[in-house]
């Protein structure tokens, strides 16, 4: 198979990122099933696991950067993808940072088909095959660290049958409700699912319900527990034009004046969370001294509050939940205090809009949809919501915008992977960072 037909015979399973879905269509036995069945000798690799809500993506950038800077080849895994669907699976090393190719995917894949036609009564997920692809890759790269993100809860998630060096969980928040648990308790439950046993992990600050939970399942495995606030800090942190600087402190550790590209006051803390993790793996002897200064500063990621054009100024940003608005809230505060607001706005079915632009600011709303099956029709938010603008598409909302876009205003895109994602298609702007 080439690397199309690898794609289309992929899409003949089925995609829980595209159709409704409930945990019972999950189970870590029929994974470790599936990497046996396709030899993917998995354990034979060193892990770093990330859960939470808000800032996976980031805090596994920033772990596999650092790695990279340091003389580590690091395996990369995450989910979603903006714009090709192999940004999910990157090898970082020095200085390059570069996605699977097409012909190594295409090779994989094409291997892995008889195989997968042999079993495929037990109905596996593209997202479960997928993240067999991921192994096989770093396995044949012969990575040093593969960092996994995973896609969605913790416990039955198809990255959950790893077995660490640590684990890290981000912000835990109400998100995948209809999944996970209308409860921030139940929620965190099936995040802290990929805390194992005498595994250490690394937390960030966590509401009260969260942080219970966490406590418990890592007394329950015997694992150490670090807490952002706690036991460690993100002090200081600055924000400025192209970059956000902080001081990261602990008893026995501490940095001063780190930079990174991502930028905003949460991707400080992201990026301590990064630090602690790695710190815990240095301590073990499980790497030589890292190198978190230069780590950071190339670490990079498109679409978290980064802007794209300049003229009409345009951010681009995934907030796709409440706690994420609120940092996208914070963010304009810190970079472009006093500029007001043109927000193109389009969400997925199952996110709660209403708690997203509650209390956000804006001057104007423009609704529109995505090329998605998950997507929220642009009519319903309009009945909430009935001074927002409609436009068709990404395309359509974006001419809208720049009418009404002056030196006083910016274009804010925010709302879905998939709306960002369609924005870099269809918008011929600069896309580095500032």
């Not at 993240?131 to 039955?156: H, M, N, P």
């Not at 937390?203 to 460690?232: E, N, P, Y």
């Not at 997507?375 to 927002?388: F, L, N, T």
Request: charge should be positive; include cysteine.
């Amino acid at each position: 198979m080439n690397y199309k037909e690898s794609l289309k015979y992929l899409d003949t399973f089925v995609n829980f990122e595209k159709k409704a879905f409930s945990a019972d269509n999950f189970s870590l036995g029929k994974v470790r099933f599936l990497l046996q069945a396709l030899k993917v000798d998995y354990q034979r690799l060193k892990y770093i696991h990330i859960a939470g809500t808000k800032g996976k993506g980031s805090t596994a950038q920033f772990c596999a950067s650092i790695l990279a800077a340091s003389g580590y080849k690091a395996g990369l895994y995450t989910s979603p993808h903006l714009v090709d669907i192999r940004e999910r699976i990157k090898i970082l090393f020095g200085k390059d940072e570069t996605m699977i190719s097409e012909k190594k995917f295409a090779a994989l894949a094409t291997v892995f088909k008889p195989l997968l036609e042999k079993i495929r009564k037990e109905n596996f997920s593209f997202f479960e095959i997928y993240t067999a692809i991921a192994l096989q890759y770093f396995i044949d790269c012969k990575v040093d660290f593969a960092v996994l993100e995973s896609g969605l809860g913790g416990r039955l998630d198809a990255t959950n049958v790893v077995t660490p060096l640590v684990s890290i969980i981000t912000p835990i928040d109400y998100d995948h409700t209809a999944i996970l648990g209308k409860s921030l308790k139940k929620i965190a439950r099936e995040k802290a699912g990929i805390i194992k046993k005498n595994v250490p992990v690394v937390s960030a600050h966590q509401k009260t319900q969260a942080a219970k939970v966490i406590k418990a399942k890592c007394r329950m495995q015997g694992s150490g527990l670090s807490i952002l606030g706690k036991d460690f800090f993100a002090e200081k942190i600055i924000a400025q034009d192209d970059s956000v600087t902080f001081n990261y402190v602990s008893k026995a550790f501490n940095i001063k004046k780190l930079k990174s590209k991502i930028i905003g006051q949460r991707q400080a803390e992201n990026a301590a969370l990064a630090i602690a993790a790695l710190k815990v793996i240095e301590d073990k002897g499980s790497v030589k001294k890292l190198n978190y200064r230069q780590g950071l500063r190339k670490a990079w990621l498109p679409a978290r509050f980064q802007v794209v054009c300049r003229i009409p100024l345009t951010i681009l940003d995934v907030a796709h939940n409440e706690v994420s608005f609120e940092a996208l809230k914070q963010n304009l505060k810190d970079y472009f205090p006093g500029k007001k607001v043109i927000l193109i706005f389009a969400v997925s079915a199952d996110k709660d809009f209403r708690a997203m632009l509650r209390d956000f600011c804006y001057e104007q709303l423009i609704l529109c949809e995505f090329d998605h099956p998950r997507c929220r029709p642009a009519q319903e938010i309009k009945r909430v919501y009935p001074y927002g603008r409609l436009a068709e598409n990404i395309h359509e909302a974006y001419s809208l915008a720049e009418k009404f876009c002056n030196k006083e205003r910016l274009i804010l895109i925010a709302g879905s992977f998939f709306l960002a994602g369609e924005f870099l298609k269809v918008k011929d702007c600069k896309t580095g960072n500032r």
